[in-house]
């Protein structure tokens, strides 16, 4: 029989005379990923009617456009009836599953080392379920809400342009002129009361923002808290103040400066954009049984569909070419 033996030196840091140094970790994990955006703070979250969640949307009040005026001693009445429609959005489903080998698991305990690190794997299969979950808000590659073709959300983004509410921004137009200007198209439909909340955007387009503003201008913009205590700039608009919210999940084309580089911001009424959930708003945790193998399995799920309402008169898709 051959027998083997590991040399100390393949695991001690210094041996000397009188000391033998071996590794040793700070008990925290050094971790600053990210694990969520404000987007999904922000908009509303409501339970879901069934599959799909179902509600209806009045696009025209009775009298508009048909009520007249006529003679009082002739009286001739125009029959008026609400406009409205019916609407839906599909619910999909995020999972996520975390194996705990039993081995690995009881060795962890008994050294004793990192104690709290099952419990922040599962936090961080949470988180990351949300991340995904965040991202989709935003960019979920489906394309219809009444015939969905991808078990991902139809995302916002996909949703304000399918409304038809888009403009561009040339190389050689003011950004914040840009923005503002549609902000008050948007307030003068006659049809709808549009008030929008807040402009999002990439930190990237935000930076530029300030730039112009100080090249200009020879302005800073003031700043602001928001849900979750981030601190942005506010724009004055002919909706009022609104935060220009840099989200990271917004992404953008080319580089900037180069003439070909698009980065699109998002004029939004967050009132009217609806995260629709089944069974719980936050992700729940399911913890299943032992296989054979002995391993602790976890499996984060979360159902729910993202709406934006009135997509084609309350939201905007600004881009803008640098």
């Known amino acids: 029989m051959n027998i083997s033996f590991a040399d100390i030196h393949a695991a001690a ?3 000397g005379p009188g000391a033998i140094e071996v590794p040793m970790y700070q008990t925290e994990i050094f971790d600053i990923c990210r694990r969520s955006s404000p987007f ?5 979250q409501v339970p879901a009617t069934g599959h799909p969640s179902r509600y209806f949307e009045e696009t025209a009040i009775p009298n508009a456009g048909t009520a007249a005026f006529v003679n009082p001693r002739a009286i001739t009445p125009t029959v008026v009836s609400p406009t409205r429609v019916e609407r839906a959005v599909p619910l999909k489903a995020l999972v996520a599953q975390m194996n705990y080998n039993l081995f690995d698991v009881e060795l962890g305990n008994q050294q004793q080392q990192f104690a709290y690190l099952q419990a922040k794997d599962l936090a ?3 988180s990351g379920l949300m991340v995904a979950h965040d991202v989709a808000l935003w960019n979920g590659n489906d394309t219809s809400l009444t015939a969905p073709t991808t078990t991902q959300y139809m995302g916002a983004t996909a949703q304000i342009v399918a ?3 888009t403009t561009t921004v040339s190389t050689t137009q003011s950004i914040v002129n840009g923005l503002k200007t549609t902000v008050a198209q948007m307030v003068a439909s006659n049809g709808y009361r549009v008030r929008p909340t807040a402009i999002y955007a990439n930190p990237v387009l935000l930076d530029l923002i300030d730039q112009e503003m ?5 302005v800073v913009l003031r700043t602001d808290n928001i849900t979750g205590g981030v601190t942005v700039k506010m724009l004055s608009t002919q909706a009022g103040d609104l935060p220009l919210i840099p989200d990271w999940s917004l992404g953008y084309t080319g580089t900037p400066g180069s003439g070909t580089a698009v980065l699109p911001a998002y004029i939004v009424t967050e009132d009217l954009i609806e995260y629709h959930w089944l069974g719980d708003p936050a992700p729940r945790i399911f913890e299943l049984g032992l296989p054979n193998s002995l391993t602790l399995q976890y499996v984060a799920v979360k159902f729910g569909g993202v709406v934006v309402k009135g997509a084609n008169y309350a939201h905007y898709q600004v ?3 640098r």
């Open 13 to 15: 840091d210094y041996i």
């Open 40 to 44: 999904g703070q922000r908009i509303k």
């Open 214 to 218: 100080k090249t200009e201008f020879n």
């Open 124 to 126: 961080d299969t949470v």
């Open 163 to 165: 409304g038809g509410n």
């Open 319 to 321: 881009l803008v070419d």
